[in-house]
């Protein structure tokens, strides 16, 4: 079974451009996920999708973070105009139900995007 | 607002030595509790999941346990090994999916 795949794997760009990763979860999943994790931290859930509806994205700076997940499947996080403090990896995770509330549920993780803003 | 402590932040033990990572959580609210393990520049692998239900959790050298009137779980590793060196990361999830990380054990194991 293919995992979540992301790409790129390592972008660095200056302030104020834009970056957008991909992220394509592991088939049939109807959650996905994406983190930010900067540094020496845990992750942090920027958005959660079911499906390809929104879940959450309480912590999404929707001034310069977007993201859309097309036909339920594929998922796009862009960031316009990027900051210094965005440096981070952007993890992306899927899992077949509706998260980790489901009894036995698990996640899965992407080897993530690292982005280094200059 | 659930908050995740992970102690030590950094830990370092001679191959062949038993250890345990803590990690402690304010809202005992939980739905269950999850183990990672994040080598460098990779993702993050389940190790253990553990429903709150349930009061622990094995796989082969690992064994999770859950108390979550305290807040609180512990990941033992019996016979640590130099490839158990990573960062463990547990995650604390709320029934409606919504996951709390804590910032990471990084564990060093010297052969």
């Known amino acids: 079974e293919a995992g979540v795949a992301q790409s790129p794997r390592y972008k660095i760009i200056e302030k104020r451009q834009s970056v957008a990763f991909w992220c394509n979860p592991i088939s049939g999943h109807a959650t996905l996920y994406w983190y930010q994790q900067i540094l020496g931290q845990g992750p942090k859930l920027l958005i959660q999708?079911?499906?390809?509806?929104?879940?959450?994205d309480s912590q999404l700076p929707k001034d310069r973070f977007s993201a859309e997940r097309l036909k339920g499947v594929d998922s796009t996080l862009k960031i316009q105009p990027a900051k210094l403090e965005d440096s981070a990896v952007y993890l992306c995770?899927?899992?077949?139900?509706?998260?980790?509330?489901?009894?036995?549920?698990?996640?899965?993780f992407g080897e993530g995007s690292w982005l280094t803003v200059v | 607002k659930q908050e995740v402590t992970q102690i030590p932040a950094a830990l370092s033990v001679p191959e062949g030595e038993n250890l345990v990572l803590n990690c402690s959580f304010t809202d005992s609210a939980i739905y269950n509790l999850q183990w990672f393990r994040q080598d460098p520049g990779k993702g993050l692998t389940s190790l253990l999941l553990?429903?709150?239900?349930?009061r622990e959790q094995t796989s082969g050298r690992l064994n999770a346990s859950l108390d979550k009137s305290s807040g609180r779980s512990t990941l033992y590793i019996a016979a640590s090994q130099p490839g158990d060196s990573a960062t463990y990361l547990c995650a604390v999830n709320t029934n409606a999916g919504k996951s709390t990380f804590g910032d990471g054990t990084t564990l060093t194991v010297k052969p």
């Open positions: 553990i429903q709150s239900s349930q």
């Open positions: 999708f079911q499906n390809n509806g929104v879940v959450d």
């Open positions: 995770a899927s899992s077949p139900g509706r998260g980790q509330a489901t009894s036995g549920n698990t996640i899965y």
